[in-house]
């Protein structure tokens, strides 16, 4: 069945969202103001798929994407939108989410744009294949919703060098005889690579993740050669990940020619980036949060003690220290954890402790503890936080929660959650982390007082 129908807005995963006769209707790669014309190739019973068959009439906010592969690249899915209409849409994006608790989607700010709109990605994981007949390595990114690759030459949204790395990849491995993944037949060493590149620096950390159980001759020869090929590459290991799984990296990795991390600057401290450790993929954007939560902070607090949970490199907590009485980090993987206390040495800040636990253990043992902390700060994965930790958070937090997150619905749960045992949202602000994407990080400021 065909339609013609005018895009209202977008879903949080970026597809436009149209009504027909009262069904929500979802297309993807369209713009909130375009009329189109699709096939529905889907009918369910609360919603329908469509398919974009033309454009009638163009939305004012669409623009040429400035990447050539952007029709085939499942990578950047908001291109065809101009870059500050992206921002009003990830505004109500998160605001849509936060419908679900009574007053929260007024409490929604404008969204903080990223200071750099190419080249702003930081860390990059390519796939890497084969053609079956010419034997040609591909690596780029999946095609949308499938595994198909498509080979990337050029990609702005990340450092140039990257590219050049890439291409000597794919040019250098057939002379190793080193082949692409096989993911049918789980054969074939190298199935990835993973890019860590510095804004600070520009060198890069680079990983090659392989279907094997040890680093053989011939992959230790080319890591070689890639080595000594950049003078930015300045260090290469392997990742072992033999699983037949869609996990990129296991927790595995060998350093093979210089170094195993990477060094950022953010807020006038240099960090050890690892190829194990979490960091966002886009420092200048994270700066921006780092320095609003520490502004608040400041202004809103003398010394306060804080406990910075799911830490990282411990980012929160080395950055809050100036401003805090004690802050103490506690992060479930070890490398990140090694790499905070080498930072915290070298920076010579004493009131700052990192434990390398679980944040819903840690918490228990802090209330059991008797201890309580002015301010917590949680930042989890996209799948947020357990209900437990939310309980024991509002049980050990005296007055704020800054609740950090990459997944507004995750986020949406938990406040609604924290809000039905009293909480108060005082704030929740956006920032633009993942340009040219649906993707949206939000900084909820929580008030505990007055319970
Ligand atoms: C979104 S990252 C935030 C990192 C850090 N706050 C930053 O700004 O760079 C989430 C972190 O939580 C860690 N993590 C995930 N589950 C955890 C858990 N149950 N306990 C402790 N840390 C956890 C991950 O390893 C990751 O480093």
Redesign the pocket.
């Known amino acids: 069945m065909e339609l013609d129908i005018t895009i209202e807005k977008l879903s949080s995963d970026g597809r436009g969202i149209a009504r027909y006769n009262g069904v929500v209707v979802f297309v993807d790669k369209v713009c909130p103001q375009d009329r189109v014309r699709v096939n529905i190739f889907k009918q369910n019973k609360s919603y329908w798929l469509g398919e974009l068959i033309e454009i009638l009439d163009k939305s004012p906010h669409r623009v040429k994407p400035f990447c050539p592969m952007h029709n085939v690249c499942g990578g950047c899915n908001l291109q065809h939108i101009d870059y500050d209409y992206q921002l009003q849409c990830k505004k109500e994006i998160v605001k849509d989410a936060m419908g679900m608790v009574d007053g929260l989607s007024e409490q929604v700010e404008d969204v903080v744009p990223s200071p750099q709109i190419k080249e702003y990605r930081h860390k990059i994981q390519y796939p890497i294949r084969q053609t079956q007949v010419s034997k040609r390595i591909l690596a780029g990114y999946f095609k949308p919703k499938s595994h198909d690759i498509v080979n990337i030459k050029y990609c702005p949204i990340q450092p140039a060098i990257c590219d050049e790395i890439i291409d000597f990849i794919r040019e250098t491995a057939p002379m190793y005889n080193i082949e692409g993944y096989d993911e049918k037949n789980h054969k074939g060493l190298l199935r990835h690579v993973v890019i860590r590149s510095s804004a600070k620096t520009g060198e890069n950390l680079v990983v090659l993740v392989i279907n094997s159980n040890k680093p053989n001759e011939k992959i230790k020869d080319f890591a070689l050669k890639l080595y000594d090929r950049f003078d930015k590459v300045i260090g290469v290991g392997v990742n072992i990940n033999t699983q037949k799984t869609n996990l990129i990296m296991t927790d595995k990795t060998i350093s093979l020619y210089g170094k195993d991390y990477i060094e950022e600057d953010i807020c006038n401290i240099t960090f050890k980036i690892g190829a194990n450790?979490?960091?966002?993929v886009n420092p200048k954007s994270?700066e921006n949060i780092f320095r609003y939560v520490k502004n608040y902070i400041k202004t809103n607090f003398e010394t306060p003690t804080i406990l910075?949970?799911?830490?990282?490199?411990s980012?929160?907590g080395l950055v809050m220290s100036d401003v805090a009485k004690k802050v103490v980090s506690?992060?479930?993987?070890k490398p990140?954890v090694d790499l905070a206390k080498e930072v915290a040495g070298v920076n010579r800040i004493k009131n700052l402790e990192l434990y390398c636990?679980?944040?819903?253990k840690f918490f228990l043992d802090v209330i059991e503890n008797g201890q309580k902390f002015d301010i917590t700060i949680l930042?989890?994965?996209r799948k947020g936080c357990t209900e437990k930790t939310l309980e024991y958070a509002l049980k050990l937090t005296k007055s704020k929660i800054i609740y950090?997150s990459?997944n507004p619905s995750t986020l949406a749960r938990d406040l609604k959650y924290l809000t039905e045992q009293g909480a108060k949202v005082e704030s929740i602000k956006p920032f633009d982390m993942f340009c040219h994407t649906n993707h949206i990080e939000n900084v909820a400021i929580i008030n505990l007082l007055n319970r």
Do not use: M
């Open positions: 450790t979490f960091f966002q994270a910075d949970a799911y830490a990282g490199i980012a929160f506690v992060e479930e993987v990140s636990e679980d944040s819903e930042d989890p994965p950090v990459c």
